[in-house]
């Protein structure tokens, strides 16, 4: 799978609207992929602060669950979406 597959499937997989099979081509390239993950990280946060002004969204969950994957598996610091990197 490509980047440019991958951005185009990035939206449907925070929809959870993917099927299993692109939900773990996905997975497995975003783990491998910085660039796809960091694509990955800003999308889930803005779905994620959509959300924030919606009635509870069926995606709320999965969105949680992503957060946690990508922390867990990827390192990727999110949850605290003001935090900055820090200099020097
Ligand atoms: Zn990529």
Known sequence: ????????????????????????????????CLECRRKLVELARAVNALERSEPLPPRAEFTRRLYEALQKEAGVPVGDPVRKPRRG
């Open 1 to 32: 799978m490509e980047c440019a597959d991958v951005y185009k499937w990035l939206q449907a997989y925070l929809d959870a609207s993917v099927t299993a099979e692109q939900e773990r081509a996905v997975e497995a390239h975003i783990r491998a």
